[in-house]
């Protein structure tokens, strides 16, 4: 099991089903050891801000950063911090565009 922290104020995210927090658990690196009885290292803590939407079967790193009001589009595959207000979906899962134009609600 690893550590999930989110939004402090309001912890509101959205997630559809089948999404997935998962990576980095197992051991593989002691030659003769079947990877079952190899162990597992401590996990780090995934943060996902206020107000974001985890597409259909999307697969979040551990350890990663999902930034506020970000989307992660269906069956995306998440390995790098997003940065807020991001939008990151399609063939190669990447950044398509910022919402807002890439200012933060409220910003001129």
Known sequence: MHDLATGADRCVYAAAPRVAI???????DKPGTPI?????PEMP?????????LG???VIRAGV???RGAIIGANAVITRDVGP???WAGFRHE???A???GRRPGEA
Do not use: M, P, V
């Open 36 to 40: 079952i009885f190899s162990g597992r």
């Open 22 to 28: 998962i990576g980095g658990d197992h051991l593989f």
């Open 65 to 67: 950063r999902i930034g």
């Open 56 to 58: 259909y079967a999307s």
């Open 99 to 101: 919402l807002c134009g």
């Open 95 to 97: 950044n398509r565009r």
């Open 45 to 53: 803590t995934t943060i996902i801000e206020q107000d974001c939407w």
């Open 85 to 87: 207000y991001e939008i």
